[in-house]
């Protein structure tokens, strides 16, 4: 089945083989491998993508259930090759260990700063409870994202 | 999609039912089936709007819906006992008509339904009247992402009247209908009232032994939970 819908701002379309997720239509087909793949149900949010303006696990997301929708991935987070505030404040707190479950913290975060310019401690660490880092580094992550928070983006 | 990602279900047909506005619409009472818990989060009752707030993550709360919750009948699910509490029905509907069903005549059993083959639930219907106090509360390991080991909704309404309902202690949503009746004829609850109450909750619970916990802990700790639901209630 043909699945047109908008990523990351452009027309998109893929050939989906029922009943494929969308995270493997954008990392399998469309070229997109900054959605991470690591629990398949929705635990550890490192698949995390924009889907019509919600934050959503993409592994959860049948992938013909995006026609006609707009889907915003990590790599539409940066733009023209700038990095946007929130990787540039994860790179500054150093708020990356191994690196995996990054892309889904950076579109949770972004989606959180976008909604809600200055959020408290309490407010980012439950927006971004359903993502999991197997490394433990939520201390420089919400550091980074309380920098932001006080210093604009 | 779970069941897809692990292999344990191919399906050859799917109907995607995310673009079907008519099964997003929420009607004061009436609750479409596709209706995010993140939107329940932000206006629904207030006890089923604190349940909301516990499902899983906010990606979860963002796709999943009150009507998902329904079909997977998972004896721990977080909108359950809500419904449960208030006797909300649940809207049916096939190419042979639309049903209304109460929530008790809906859940079956673990993970089964009274829904048939080609039935699709449209919504959810909660009566009018709801009760002016209302608490929910759910015992997990964590905050985020946890299926609860003991979740409840506890009502109370001006005159006493009181209803009391609970998830993940029998194999579908139950309301421990002998405390109900008890703390219900009672206007102003003593710490001997309330002691009685939890007793009561927890002799009524029929939870079992699994990985998440033990029948033991599950009969107490729902007991503990309803008297504090119900304090919670009288404040």
Redesign the interface.
């Known amino acids: 089945m043909i699945v047109t819908f908008t990523l990351n701002g452009e027309p998109a379309t893929a050939r989906v083989v029922?009943?494929a997720?969308l995270l493997d239509v954008l990392r399998d087909q469309l070229g997109l491998p900054g959605s991470k793949n690591s629990c398949?149900?929705?635990?550890c949010?490192s698949c995390?993508v924009v889907?019509d303006g919600?934050?959503?696990?993409a592994?959860?997301?049948?992938a013909?259930?995006v026609?006609?929708?707009a889907v915003a991935t990590v790599e539409g987070v940066a733009r023209d090759g700038v990095l946007d505030g929130v990787q540039r404040a994860m790179h500054e707190a150093g708020a990356v260990q191994c690196g995996f479950c990054t892309p889904g913290i950076v579109v949770?975060a972004a989606d959180l700063l976008a909604r809600k310019p200055a959020p408290n401690r309490a407010e980012i660490k439950?927006?971004l409870?359903?993502?999991i880092c197997r490394c433990t580094g939520y201390g420089a992550i919400i550091r980074a994202l309380e920098n932001m928070a006080g210093g604009g983006r | 999609m779970v069941e897809v990602n692990f292999g344990r279900a191919r399906p050859d047909h799917v109907v995607g039912l995310r673009r079907v506005a008519e099964l997003a619409e929420w009607d004061h009472r009436r609750i479409g089936a596709t209706v995010t818990w993140r939107r329940i989060e932000l206006d629904g009752p207030r006890a089923l709007a604190q349940a909301a707030r516990t499902v899983g993550s906010p990606q979860i709360r963002n796709a999943g819906t009150i009507g998902g919750n329904l079909a997977t009948a998972s004896p721990a699910g977080d909108g359950h006992p809500f419904l449960a509490a208030v006797d909300a029905s649940i809207e049916l509907a096939s190419t042979r008509g639309t049903r209304s069903i109460p929530w008790q005549d809906f859940f079956l059993g673990v993970k089964q339904t009274a829904m048939a083959d080609d039935e699709l639930i449209t919504g959810v219907r909660l009566p009018d009247d709801l009760p002016s106090r209302q608490e929910f509360g759910k015992v997990g390991v964590r905050n985020a992402m946890v299926i609860s080991t003991v979740c409840a909704v506890v009502t109370r309404r001006e005159d006493g009247a009181t209803t009391v309902a609970l998830g993940s202690v029998a194999p579908t949503p139950m309301r421990a209908r002998q405390a109900e009746e008890m703390i219900s004829s009672v206007t102003v609850p003593t710490e001997p009232d309330l002691a009685v109450f939890a007793h009561l909750v927890s002799r009524e619970v029929t939870p079992i032994t699994d990985h998440r916990s033990t029948e033991a802990y599950r009969r107490h700790a729902a007991g503990v939970l309803c008297r504090r639901l119900l304090e919670r209630c009288l404040r």
């Open positions: 029922l009943p997720s398949d149900q929705g635990e949010g995390s889907l919600e934050v959503v696990c592994c959860l997301v049948m013909v259930d026609e006609g929708s949770t439950e927006a409870a359903g993502n």
